[in-house]
């Protein structure tokens, strides 16, 4: 190891002995042996910015130099850590612990490694050591100062109240002014000077333990805390960046995740000179491709990402190190690369089974004199931690930690099969006793926390490490989740808050749509105007990145909202009035492109009637799952938004009293919204009747010029027509110059076949439920000729006629249009005309069409326009009702349980357009959809919500409140 002279120096530095400081090593081992040769200086920086030199042999392998510098700062946790240093090629690259030092580094003497953290843990609490938070906390120093840990403003201040905390003690104002005046910690601090202050005044009293604690608490909920990006392209020539952490390998475009894979769904991976390769197991939900590609900038980039990745794996998902793999006779195929060092699992149990002498450390920025201590926090039963690594896995989520099966593989399997460029990712391999071990939560819980097991006694478990489902669908007792739901707030300003998060997802998910999908199509054809891409481009992509920043600033509010922060840091937090004033004025910035979208929607359409081939592309991409709604209400929601956030803000106002901090930034915001909103009211209610129209221009077969200027959609539904075999089904298309009823026909995609038009002029409508002894039936007559026609419920045979009433008015009162919409082509008589009496022998009564799918097998069917959902309901509803529709839209979290399945599901929930969307998770929501089912305002939302495949039960009370007050509203 280090000679004797350096080795005391290091223990005289910290305060300890010349024997202590074992670091990685098992108990009763020994350090690595320093191999014979000539010497050679090596520098080390260490986080704390000092520069350490260690002799070392030249023949040395990484491992000995690894363990000479944990040894010099006494660190029992050194596997979280790791060397680095600037290659040849002047990219940052880990040091190899298994290779010799000088195969990687051609000029010890002249090359500066540092020491830094490599692993970043899903939970802060797993560090169990003082010393090791203290690292940590100087790691997150230092990325906040290169700009490599972006966050949102309050956050960034939040994290350096805490820093200075820990290096200055309490609060004094003079003395926190000048320390900020004289040390820079964020870029542009002087903007944050004063909420840094003021979050630095509500910290008197803690200790730089406790500040180190705190700040890890705040950084960990951050999306980019522990990533490093890798840049990269897919296979459309996109930039992305890659990154993998404790939970898998993740894809960034910016600083924005687009996409994770979970360990437990990845089950190789490889690189090919250039490109890195994903492939996923098998799953019949994921209709995509199974091996994902990435194309780096070198295959130096990409077998370096390539060793992170299983190095990442081994880390967090094995029980201990993989065995090395045996060296071949003849021949050697592919990299011997392995993970070398303890996993997590081991880390937490040598330090949990071992008791380390208190030793003090200084800590180097700080001028609180506290006595700091080398030893791991109060020691816990054993079997708890065991149980927690047999049982179980910890992985982040956005509201709190999911405990997830523990992917294991046993050190023979891994070995079998792992090449050069392949990393296969094993499944778990215990026994199914092993497996179904019971484990207590509740003691592991206690275990976690900050290794402290009496603390937990009666405490409310971490929400960081609370059992949740995860994707798989692992089952959840319900007295797991109501103890999870008690600790959720239950204030209604958190619900609506939690509803904004929610949406604001979903929402810019949607806008990812037509900024990366969309906009990929476009890019592939030739055919689509230089314009239209450029104003697509220019309109859309300005709020895209306004709602990414705010998204962003959201979660780190919300979080900290129902976190375990401190009281103080909670009643700040707790409001997002100032998020939404600050939103609606960057908002109204962004006017320039809110009413050019109204333009989009022209454009895009004048080009797909000028291109057959751009039409053909457009309609193939609203069938993909990507599109789960029309593609023109995706071009729309940016209006549809501010709609929203008027209502939201409207509830938080009525609910603040005037006396609230948080009642003026909310009555602001909603005065700013609501001025915007006005401007842009009258060309959102034109551009809403115009996307009807030619959405019902896709779905209807056998009309012409139905989407033109001057024509209103006024009601679209269901009755039942009377006729010779009785009552039939059919759609039927009041607009304010004609009506159209059609029936839904058996083709690929269910388009409804239109076959008789009545013009609105001269028609009259009367009750005939005496005379025809139909309930709620009613007579349309026009021209000598008469339709007998009959509602599902005395309610909506009142609106009908209501509407038929008013929409008479209007057409005798208007100029006139075109009432000849039915095609030249079609052989279906026009108005006045007997109606062709064979049209029942086609279609049949309604319950013999198909209730889903289509009959034609391959094609896929895309039922997800209204008219769809109002022929599956029997309903009807009106373009009030679309108005009302749009402003309340809802995402969230719901639990899902099969009649015939024992557990519950937990899925993302999307309702909008009247519709139920069922996914497995909100990040990838739009690529992964696991089934849906209509569900109409008419329904009712008690403690679940019936389907025809299941059931869909809450995880909480307050989502189904928040659904039925959807409802209700429309």
């Known amino acids: 190891m280090a000679e004797r002279g350096q080795a005391s120096l290091a223990g005289q530095r910290l305060g300890a002995p010349e024997t202590l400081g074992i670091s990685t090593l098992e108990p009763g081992h020994k350090p690595p042996a320093m191999p014979s040769g000539r010497p050679v200086p090596v520098r080390v920086v260490l986080l704390d910015d000092s520069e350490e030199i260690f002799e070392i042999s030249h023949r040395a392998s990484g491992r000995v130099l690894f363990e000479m510098v944990c040894l010099h700062l006494n660190l029992i946790e050194g596997d979280y850590f790791g060397l680095e240093f600037q290659s040849h090629h002047r990219k940052m690259v880990w040091l190899d612990l298994l290779k010799p030092i000088r195969k990687q580094i051609t000029r010890p003497k002249h090359t500066v490694l540092r020491f830094v953290v490599k692993f970043f843990p899903p939970d802060h609490s797993l560090l169990l050591e003082e010393l090791t938070r203290y690292l940590f906390a100087l790691q997150v120093r230092q990325d906040l100062a290169s700009g490599r ?56 009293g803690q200790t730089p333990a406790e500040s180190d604690y705190r700040l890890l608490e705040v ?29 898998g390998v993740l894809v960034f475009q910016g600083h924005n995740r687009i996409n994770n894979f979970n360990w437990s769904k990845i089950r190789k991976l490889s690189f090919k000179r250039r490109r890195f390769l994903i492939k996923l197991r098998a799953d019949p939900s994921n209709v995509n491709q199974d091996t994902l590609e990435f194309l780096m900038a070198s295959r130096d980039c990409c077998k370096m990402f390539w060793k992170i990745c299983v190095e990442y794996h081994a880390f967090f998902r094995l029980f201990e190190e993989p065995r090395p793999k045996p060296k071949p006779v003849l021949f050697s195929r592919g990299s011997s690369f392995r993970f070398s060092g ?37 020691s816990v039963p054993n079997q708890a931690i065991k149980q927690s690594w047999e049982g179980s896995f910890l992985v982040s989520s956005e509201d709190s930690a999911v405990i997830r099966p523990c992917g294991n593989s046993s050190p023979s399997t891994q070995r079998n099969g792992c090449s050069d460029q392949t990393y296969p990712i094993q499944e778990d391999r215990r026994s199914p006793a092993a497996k179904q071990q019971p484990v207590d939560r509740a003691e592991v819980t206690c275990a976690l926390v900050n290794g402290h097991a009496d603390d937990c006694r009666g405490a409310t478990p971490s929400p960081l490490i609370s059992p949740m489902l995860n994707d798989t669908g692992t089952i959840r007792t319900d007295d797991e989740e109501d103890n999870r739901r008690k600790n959720c707030p239950a204030d209604t300003a958190y619900c609506i808050a939690k509803e904004l998060l929610c949406t604001e997802r979903t929402y810019l998910k949607d806008l990812e749509l037509i900024t990366v999908w969309f906009q990929g199509v476009l890019d592939k054809e030739d055919c689509v105007p230089d314009a239209l891409k450029t104003l697509l481009s220019s309109t859309y992509e300005p709020l895209h990145s306004h709602h990414t920043h705010f998204l962003q600033e959201l979660e780190e509010r919300l979080s900290l909202w129902e976190g375990r922060c401190s009281t103080e840091v909670k009643e700040e937090m707790q409001h997002v009035g100032d998020l939404l004033l600050k939103s609606a004025q960057e908002l109204k910035a962004l006017s320039a492109q809110l009413q050019t979208i109204s333009e989009c929607v022209f454009a895009l359409e004048r080009a797909c009637v000028a291109s057959r081939r751009l039409e053909s592309a457009c309609r193939e991409f609203e069938l993909q799952k990507v599109c789960y709604i029309p593609l023109n209400v995706f071009l729309l929601s940016p209006l549809h938004r501010l709609l929203h956030y008027r209502q939201m803000l409207g509830r938080l106002c009525k609910h603040y009293p005037p006396t609230h901090s948080d009642y003026g930034d909310c009555s602001a915001a909603l005065g700013e ?60 298309f009041l607009f304010s110059d004609v009506v159209l009823y059609s029936t839904r026909g058996i083709t690929s995609t269910n388009q409804f076949t239109v076959h008789r038009q009545l013009p609105l002029r001269g028609m009259t409508i009367r009750e005939s439920e005496d005379e025809w002894g139909v309930p709620h039936s009613f007579t349309l007559m026009v021209q000598q000729q008469s339709l007998v026609v ?45 109606e062709v009496e064979s049209e029942d022998d086609l279609c049949g009564s309604r319950t013999s069409l198909p209730r889903n799918g289509n009959s034609s097998g391959n094609t896929p069917n895309r039922g997800n326009t209204t008219a769809h959902v109002c022929w599956h309901r029997n309903t009807s509803v009106s373009m009030l009702d679309f108005n009302t529709a749009i402003e309340n839209q809802l995402s969230g979290n719901l639990l899902r349980k099969f009649k015939n399945s024992n557990g519950w599901q937990k899925l993302w929930v999307v309702f909008t357009n009247f519709t139920l969307f069922f996914y497995k998770t909100h990040e990838v929501n739009n690529t992964h959809t696991h089934t849906h089912c209509h569900v109409l305002c008419e329904c009712v939302c008690e403690t679940s919500v019936s389907s025809r495949s299941g059931q869909v039960s809450s995880g909480q009370s307050a989502s189904v409140g928040l659904l039925s007050d959807s409802c209700r509203r429309i």
């Open 219 to 247: 950084a960990c909920r951050l999306e980019i805390y522990g990533i490093r990006l890798h840049p990269a392209k897919d296979r459309e020539g996109t930039k992305l960046s890659l990154a993998v952490a404790h939970g």
């Open 342 to 378: 303890r996993t997590q699992k081991q880390v937490i149990d040598y330090v949990k089974e071992n008791e380390f002498k208190k030793l003090p450390f200084d800590r180097k920025h700080s001028r609180v004199q506290y006595n700091s201590s080398l030893s791991p926090l109060r």
């Open 673 to 732: 919204v609501s001025e915007l909103e006005a401007a842009l009211r009258p060309g959102l209610e034109e551009m809403e009747n115009y996307q009807k129209l030619l959405e019902l221009q896709k779905d209807v077969v056998g009309v012409e010029r139905l989407a033109v200027s001057g024509r209103q959609l006024i009601r679209l539904g269901c009755l039942s027509k009377l006729s010779g075999k009785g009552l039939q089904q059919r759609m039927f």
């Open 149 to 204: 840990l972006t966050c949102s403003d309050a956050s960034a201040a939040l994290l350096v109240s805490h820093i200075i905390q820990s290096e200055i003690g309490d609060f004094e104002e003079t003395q926190c002014r000048q320390h900020l005046l004289n040390t820079n910690y964020i870029p542009d601090q002087m903007a944050l000077m004063d909420k840094i202050m003021e979050f630095h005044h509500k910290h008197i």
């Open 790 to 834: 009959a509602a599902c419920s005395e309610s909506e045979m009142e609106k009908w006629m209501e509407d038929l009433k008013m929409a008479v008015d209007m057409a005798e009162e208007s100029n006139g249009l075109t009432s000849d919409l039915l095609a030249a082509s079609k052989d279906v008589k026009s108005s006045g005309a007997s």
